[in-house]
Every structure is written in C-alpha cells, then in structure tokens.
C-alpha cells in the first residue's frame, strides 16, 4: 500500500505523455512468466532507445553514440532496480545516482574515475534533454544537475622532439606496416588528430599535392582541414602507393587499414605505438594521445600561436588548448635562469 502511495506522488514529478506511458516506454519489461505485455512494452523500450540513438547520431562520432547508449542504459538498469519509472524522476533521484556512482566499485577493487563519473552523468543529461525536446517529458529534472568537478591536470607523459624523431625514424622497413606504421605517425604528430579522427581518414581527404587533410565530422560533427608536412605527405603517397594495397585493403574506404584489412581501431593503434616506442626504446608509457599533447606542446614552443593550434586540434574552447600547450618545469628553470637577478 505504502508503495503505491509513494508512486502515486512521484507521478506528479514529470509530466509529458502520460507518467504511464512514459513508464511503458522505458520499464524493464516483465519475465516470460509474466503477463504477455511485456513484449509490448520491451518493444517500445527498443523503440524509445532506437529514437535516442539517431538523434545521438545525427550531432555525435559513433564512439560517442555507443558510450551514451550504455551509460543510459545503466541508468535505466539503477532507477528500475529502486522501482523508480522514468516519468517519475526527479533531481533527488538524479543526484542519489551521482551519489551511487562515486561509491561504486570495480571489478578491481577501484573507484570510478572523476572523468568517468563525468561521462555518466553527461550521458544522463543529455538523456532526458532528448525526453524532453522531443515532447515525452514536459521539463527535464536534470537539467541543473551538477557535474563533478575534475582538475585540469597537466599531461603526465610529453615526448621531446628527439624521442619522436627515435619512434618514427626507427621504422625503417619497407614492409605493408611498416609504410603504414611510419604514414600513421608522421601524420599524427603532423596534425595531432585524435585517435578516431585519424582512423577514420579515407585516401581522398589526402591532398598530398597542396599537402593539407581534411577531418570529416570530427568531435562535434565538424569537419576541419589542417595542413600536412612534407615527412607526412610523403609518407602517405608511399604507404598508398606500395603498402595498403598488400595489407588487403580492397574494399576498405579507410586510409589506414589493419595488418588483415579490417578497421585500425583505437586499440590496435595503441598497441602499434607502444611496440614502436619499445623499438626505439622509449620507456615511457606511450599513447596515441601522448603524440596529441607533443605535437601541441612542441608548436607552441616553436612559436605557433595559440588559435592556430586550437583550430589543429579541432578545440572549440580555447580552454582546452591551454591545457595541452602548458609550461613544463625545464622551460621555468631556464626562465629563472635567465631573468632571475640570482639565477645565474
């Protein structure tokens, strides 16, 4: 009794179609031993997420689409486990998960990450400001939830100009991957694209003539170009030339293909490029990323200003760009040492 007393007041927390309804749209549908209106109601679940995912998609790179999807639906996972409907959520309920979230543990024993609890939340917010904008809910209860906070840290690991001339002059060989191992590089610290952006890349965004390449809908769905070396473009017109079409890369639209012609994904980067810096025997942990900070930090130092790297990272703050182009403790003591009365 005192059950259906709470859902009845809850009900009057968000509107739109009606609670029921709404409710219908996003419950976990009932096992086979229940009623037959749970394939009804499992359908419409499918639906509602399916409408959520096209509209994700239509503004969001397909990493960003996949990630939303399974952090929503995590959410859905927390709120029905509490007997909590969808039309019934309120901001307390909202900041109970936040809350949850920052005492879950994983499967090693660890807390999330600030960054992850982040990621979660946002994913919930831009949830229900689709409810919202698209008529099933009449105003979204997370639309003043506060994220949490997280520290503008500096990048822990930085290669000099030197130990990335050692990674990418240490490939040498003329093999398939080799061409596209060194093509890979040269044009990640040419342009200091993300991992994605790079892996997307198709022959024809290469204009190795006027030696610029074109990013098509990068993060935010927007498309940039940015300017290639001459390493670079060289490097590419080899790896066109004599490695893709050995690594069996026909009927691959993308520029740079996997040892077996399939998608060279984020993981096989990552591990490409450790195996490279191990060859040149860089001991530090080095990433895709790592080359993204690099290349910032190095034109910055080589006195790029600071919008022209914003408009090559493809930043639309320029907040963001302040944090990869920092001031590292070697420039502060040469500093000191130059300027300070008692600093010779």
């Excluded at 050995?246 to 040892?259: K, P």
């Amino acid at each position: 009794m005192k059950t259906r007393q709470h859902a009845k007041t809850r009900q009057t927390g968000l509107a739109g179609f009606s609670p029921r309804r709404i409710n219908d749209l996003t419950q976990n549908p009932p096992t086979c031993h229940e009623s037959h209106g749970g394939s009804t109601t499992a359908s419409k679940r499918t639906e509602l997420l399916r409408a959520y995912e096209n509209d994700l998609a239509s503004v969001s790179v397909p990493h960003t689409v996949i990630s939303y999807l399974l952090y929503t639906r995590q959410l859905l996972s927390w709120l029905d486990a509490r007997g909590i409907g969808l039309g019934e959520v309120r901001r307390s309920d909202l900041e109970a998960y936040r809350t949850a979230l920052s005492a879950i543990r994983q499967k090693n024993g660890r807390p999330y990450s600030v960054a992850a609890q982040e990621g979660k939340l946002v994913a919930a917010k831009r949830f229900f400001r689709f409810l919202a904008r698209h008529g099933y809910a009449m105003h979204d209860p997370a639309a003043s939830l506060e994220l949490p906070r997280r520290d503008h840290r500096l990048p822990r690991v930085l290669l000099t100009p030197a130990e990335v001339n050692r990674i990418i002059g240490g490939i040498r060989e003329s093999s398939p991957t080799g061409l596209r191992d060194r093509a890979f590089l040269e044009t990640l610290y040419a342009t200091g694209l993300r991992v994605g952006e790079l892996a997307r890349l198709t022959p024809a965004d290469v204009d190795g003539g006027d030696r610029t390449l074109r990013v098509v809908r990068g993060k935010g769905r927007k498309d940039r170009y940015v300017p290639l070396t001459q390493p670079a473009a060289a490097a590419i017109d080899a790896y066109v030339e004599s490695g893709r079409p050995a690594l069996s890369a026909r009927g691959s639209r993308f520029l740079f293909v996997a040892d077996k012609g399939g998608y060279f994904h984020c993981a096989l980067v990552n591990a490409m490029i450790r195996r490279r810096a191990r060859a040149a025997r860089i001991k530090k942990h080095v990433t895709c990323h790592t080359f993204r900070h690099s290349v910032a930090t190095h034109l910055l130092r080589g006195g790029a200003d600071i919008r022209h790297i914003q408009a090559i990272l493809g930043h639309a703050y320029l907040s963001s760009t302040q944090i990869y182009t920092h001031v590292d403790l070697s420039d502060l003591k040469r500093a000191v040492s130059r300027a300070h009365p008692r600093g010779k």
